[in-house]
């Protein structure tokens, strides 16, 4: 069988590749990613490794390639991503690119390390320049015996000492000017209060535009402030105060014409400093635009580089330290594409010595490789989720293609909503390659995404299952004409509210079956929910019976492949025939009764004497005789079904203990005869040896290499097996009833759904009405996608999912495997995508 149906066969190989080629081959390797390597050096430490240097210097580049990055999007500018997938440089180019990112990332921090201190001189000048602005408004209001206005604050004031001070002469008072962050000003003046006991005299004012701070580009509100003050010693206190607080100080003229002279010279310089800013932010925009449009493939090289030296640390090296040894598990239909691959990258290296990959026998369990495509991948994702097949196992993805989208549609199924998620599949599907070149961090999307093709085909079936239920947004489509044809009158409905309709009126029926699913008159039927719920339950039993033979016959195929033919007589034909004896036996009494049992037949087959299945396969299973109805002849469907019961009964019933005890006592068994045989050999090994006579005799192995703790191990292992498949059997049929339920909840939901909030757009008349139609129909629609189709679909897709991996699964598949891990730059590459945008 392909690929699809069983894992690829896998072959374990040994590489043997010139020191001066393993780069190249490698590499070549990685853009095929057909190639899973092994550590061969488990107990060396990753930092004593041969290539470590290598690794480091790569990590080295990646952060300079972030570094320039991070300043590319703080410019905004966008960087370009042609889709290319340049493949990986030579060794000798790596020194190219670690000489062009040393020279970016210089050149940036020298630009970006100019512009800091340039608008750290730029802020200087412009707190200058403020400062020279207000310090003049404060001289000018006091020499023109103005009062301070009530924008401007003054420290409190000692008025005993300002009249010693001016009774005992002119006094000369100095001061300093600053600026400090406007957050600060209240604490500001409380301490130079507190610290020089009233004697300064302090005016600020607010400066109005916000300023940069070039250190962290924020935009913060200062104040410019002047404080008076007589004697150096208050002088040293209130810059120490100023120091404290983080404010900045600049010198301020006292004589106006100097102030005049000074605020001029700052405005020059102000003007210098913004052309000199534009070019160096012009050079810099220059620089971060040229690197935008390589970065990309920069990050692409420098993970190549980092993936294959990491990859070459995991080889060996062999005595001469001139060939490198790697092991490795291939795919055994493509190691002629793995040596052309490697015939490439010697080539590419100018070695003149071939690579070579030879086969290696092996005790070990191979990875488990299945090839799919965007269609079956997110079918293999859901099997994968229980546990990754076991080697050469039967894979259930190609019947869970098909079952899995059914069973949900019986769940699911209704023509509308199946064609709400259809079209929403769709559009994914269509629109998919630009979808994903979009590449979305938002998970819920990614997951509808991912499982695109799960939607299309559960839409596709729920439009057909709601076509044979006849049921689109909890009304039907009369496409064939009803074969019913009631005639009652007005009086009659109106004064019979349990009106029903019944199939053995030939009046009222054809008796002729619908074309296609069932009659759109059984919408408006009352006792609708009882004929579904017989209809649905009956037929969820039969898929499940089906669904569960299909999974034990899966076994066979495993047991087959494996040459396992003590399973198949000891474990699959018991299994099958229990099953079918009992369950299978079941829903052929579902088809005899439909058959058997019209609506027009006469006792003792009339509807009536049809006995229940239930009560018929529990009497069957506790031998127990069923009593007839009244005026119906017998209880049975057919003659000699009593004796046929029985027999089924008795034979599954002794496939239990076959199930329980076959396989351990033959291999039991087998284990003994192996033992006897080796005690012979060992013991005319024994008596012919001449020379033997004083020799110890070693005690031969126990049998077959088992003790009696394994035995036992292998009874318990079988019984608890036995006993799960015996129960599960029970169980996992009654499981199947879920189809019923779910698919009676959505129908039941729909049409309260319709009936409470549909219907209220349909009770007013005129424009009104229409008007009042529109915001119902919208709000009926955002219920019905929200709860019917989102949460309804998202409960049937897990019950789905439990049928498959518990019930489907469990009849044949182990998924003890570990998954095939290739090497491979696409999946390297996605991760790295995904952690960067994370």
């Not at 220059?286 to 420098?302: D, E, G, M, Q, S």
């Not at 490198?324 to 100018?350: F, H, K, N, Y």
């Not at 369990?365 to 997110?378: I, V």
């Not at 969820?540 to 087959?560: A, P, T």
Request: with cysteine; hydrophobic share 45%.
């Amino acid at each position: 069988m392909g690929s699809l149906f069983r894992s690829e066969e896998m072959a374990l190989c040994q590489l043997f590749l010139q020191s001066e080629a393993a780069y190249a081959c490698v590499s070549e390797l990685g853009e095929l990613g057909l190639v899973q390597f092994r550590d061969l050096n488990p107990d060396v430490n990753a930092f004593q490794r041969k290539f470590v240097s290598e690794v480091r210097r790569c990590d080295e580049m990646e952060r300079k390639l972030r570094y320039l990055e991070k300043e590319i999007k703080k410019d905004g500018i966008p960087m370009l991503d042609t889709g290319e997938n340049p493949e990986a440089p030579q060794p000798r180019e790596m020194i190219d690119l670690e000489a062009t990112f040393e020279k970016l990332e210089n050149e940036l921090r020298e630009v970006n390390h100019n512009a800091e201190a340039l608008k750290r001189n730029f802020l200087e000048l412009t707190e200058l320049k403020h400062i020279l602005r207000k310090t003049q408004v404060f001289f000018d209001e006091q020499e023109g015996g103005l009062h301070p206005t009530e924008s401007m604050t003054r420290a409190l004031i000692s008025d005993d000492s300002i009249a010693r001070q001016v009774n005992a002469g002119p006094v000369q008072l100095g001061f300093v000017a600053g600026v400090i962050l406007r957050e600060r000003i209240p604490a500001f003046e409380r301490m130079l209060w507190r610290a020089c006991r009233g004697n300064v005299f302090l005016r600020q004012a607010e400066i109005e535009t916000p300023l940069e701070d070039p250190s962290t580009g924020d935009q913060v509100h200062k104040s410019v402030f002047i404080i008076f003050f007589q004697g150096d010693q208050l002088k040293s206190r209130v810059r120490k105060i100023c120091e404290g607080f983080r404010a900045t100080l600049y010198p301020c003229p006292e004589a106006p014409s100097q102030r005049r002279e000074m605020a001029m010279g700052v405005m020059t310089r102000i003007e210098d400093l913004n052309t000199v800013l534009g070019q160096t932010q012009d050079h810099r925009h220059r620089v971060l635009v040229a690197a935008a449009k390589n970065i990309k493939n920069w990050f692409i090289k420098v993970v190549k580089i980092k993936a294959i030296y990491h990859t070459l640390n995991l080889f060996n090296l062999d005595v001469t330290q001139k060939c490198l040894i790697a092991e490795c598990w291939v795919p055994l239909l493509d190691i002629e594409t793995i040596q052309l691959a490697l015939r490439r990258g010697t080539e590419r290296s100018g070695s003149s010595v071939p690579p070579i990959l030879n086969r290696m026998d092996t005790f070990e369990d191979p990875p488990t490789y299945n090839r799919t495509n965007k269609f079956t991948s997110a079918f293999q994702n859901l099997v994968d989720a229980y546990g990754i097949a076991s080697y050469r196992e039967i894979n259930p993805t190609p019947y869970t293609i098909i079952s899995f989208p059914f069973l949900f549609a019986v769940m699911f199924g209704d023509l509308g909503h199946g064609g709400l998620m259809f079209l929403f599949a769709a559009f994914l599907v269509l629109r998919e390659k630009q979808l994903a070149a979009k590449k979305s961090d938002n998970e819920v999307w990614n997951i509808f995404f991912a499982g695109r093709y799960i939607i299309l085909l559960m839409g596709l079936f729920s439009m057909y299952t709601g076509l044979i239920y006849n049921d689109i947004f909890s009304k039907s489509l009369n496409l064939f004409g009803s074969h019913w044809h009631t005639n009652y009158n007005e009086s009659t409905v109106m004064h019979n509210k349990d009106l029903q309709i019944n199939p053995s009126l030939s009046a009222d029926y054809d008796q002729v079956p619908y074309p296609v699913g069932l009659d759109p008159i059984w919408q408006l039927a009352l006792n609708k929910i009882v004929f579904l719920n017989a209809y649905k339950m009956k037929i969820s039993i039969i898929f499940g019976v089906l669904h569960m033979l299909s999974g034990v016959s899966l076994s066979l195929y495993n047991y087959r492949y494996f040459k396992d033919r003590i399973s198949i007589f000891c474990d699959f034909i018991p299994q099958v025939i229990f099953l079918t004896f009992l369950f299978f036996y079941m829903v052929l009494l579902m088809f005899i009764k439909w058959i058997s049992y019209g609506p027009q037949n006469d006792f003792p087959d009339s509807p009536a004497c049809a006995p229940s299945i239930l009560i018929t396969f529990i009497n069957m299973v506790l031998f127990k005789n069923a009593e007839a109805l009244p005026n119906c002849n017998t209880v049975y469907m057919f003659a000699g079904q009593g004796v046929l019961q029985k027999f089924l009964v008795l034979v599954a019933l002794l496939c239990v203990p076959i199930m329980l005890l076959a396989k351990p006592i033959y291999i039991m068994r087998q284990q003994k005869e192996k033992h006897v045989q080796l005690v012979n050999g060992h013991a005319t090994t024994e008596n012919g040896d001449a020379e033997g006579a004083g020799r110890v005799v070693q005690q031969p192995p126990p049998a077959g290499g088992h003790d009696e703790n394994e035995i036992g191990e292998l009874f318990i292992h079988q019984g608890i097996h036995t006993i799960e498949y015996v129960l599960g059997s029970v169980s996992h049929t009654a499981s199947y009833l879920r189809l019923w339920a779910l698919s009676l909840a959505h129908a039941q939901l729909s049409e309260v759904l319709w009936s409470m909030v549909m219907t209220k757009g349909l009770i007013l008349e005129s424009w009104i009405g229409g008007v009042w139609l529109w915001f119902v129909f919208g709000f009926w629609a955002i219920l019905t996608v929200g709860i019917l189709v989102l949460m309804e679909g998202l409960s049937a897709f897990l019950h789905t999912l439990r049928l498959h991996w518990v019930e489907f699964q469990s009849k044949f598949y182990k998924g003890l495997g570990y998954a095939f891990s290739p090497f491979s730059f696409e999946v390297i590459l996605n991760t790295a995508s995904t952690a960067v945008e994370e």
